[in-house]
Antibody, heavy 121, light 106 residues
Framework: EVQLVESGGGLVKPGGSLRLSCIGS????????MNWVRQAPGKGLEWVSS????????YYADSMKGRFTISRDNAKNSLYLQLNSLRADDTAVYYC??????????????WGQGTMVTVSS | EIVLTQSPATLSLSPGESATLSCRAS??????LAWYQQKPGQAPRLVIY???NRATGIPARFSGSGSGTDFTLTISSLEPEDFAVYYC?????????FGGGTKVEI
């Protein structure tokens, strides 16, 4: 079964840091671009970041540039998102999602169940 | 960035009826538009990609059309499991952007 499983969410104080992880299984992880999307409570979807298969191409939403860092380890079938300088408006469910094909800017065909990040003092 | 405007915000329909959802882009995105379905407490699910291609496992009652700036998702005969929120997303330009969503409710 093709699957993505996120972990690493939790409660963090403003200004704090957190590292999210996403492990893929049931497919050749290194053959696909990977992405992070978030959803604040009761709100819509917001694209966060994308990374190409070999990490050659990386993109961020402007509001996250300089604070968030996406990375991947294909040997471990893993995707990461380092969250720094967190703010209250970063509170959201963070989803990892697989790109449909091998290009970095693509539709997202497989999604994880999400991990909740709460930024509060 | 490209802004996607979805309408209507809410669509109230009954099972068996047809649903037509609209997504309008502020700039040309060619056919690089996808539709996602999200049910409460669940992750989104890809329904349509590149304007008119059904994703794996999506029933034929779902169809997508459009190009440039105007796109439509049609659900020909609503089944109970189709009631959800639908989002459009463009990949015509960075950054990728999502529309605000259309809730299809009973």
């Amino acid at each position: 079964e093709v699957q993505l499983v996120e972990s690493g969410g939790g409660l963090v104080k403003p200004g704090g840091s957190l590292r999210l992880s996403c492990i893929g299984s049931g497919f050749t992880f290194s053959s696909y671009s990977m992405n992070w999307v978030r959803q604040a409570p009761g709100k819509g979807l917001e694209w966060v970041s994308s990374i190409s298969r070999g990490s050659d191409y990386i993109y961020y939403a402007d509001s996250m540039k300089g604070r968030f860092t996406i990375s991947r380890d294909n040997a471990k079938n893993s995707l990461y998102l380092q969250l720094n300088s967190l703010r209250a408006d970063d509170t959201a469910v963070y989803y990892c999602a697989r790109g449909l094909n091998d290009i970095v800017h693509d539709a997202f065909d497989i999604w994880g169940q999400g991990t909740m990040v709460t930024v509060s003092s | 960035e490209i802004v996607l405007t979805q309408s209507p915000a809410t669509l109230s329909l009954s099972p068996g009826e047809s649903a037509t959802l609209s997504c309008r882009a502020s700039q040309n995105v060619n056919r690089y538009l996808a539709w996602y379905q999200q049910k409460p407490g669940q992750a989104p699910r890809l329904v349509i990609y590149d304007a008119s291609n059904r994703a794996t496992g999506i029933p034929a009652r779902f169809s997508g059309s459009g190009s440039g700036t105007d796109f439509t998702l049609t659900i020909s005969s609503l089944e109970p499991e189709d009631f959800a929120v639908y989002y459009c997303k463009q990949r015509g330009e960075w950054p990728a952007t999502f529309g605000g969503g259309t809730k299809v409710e009973i």
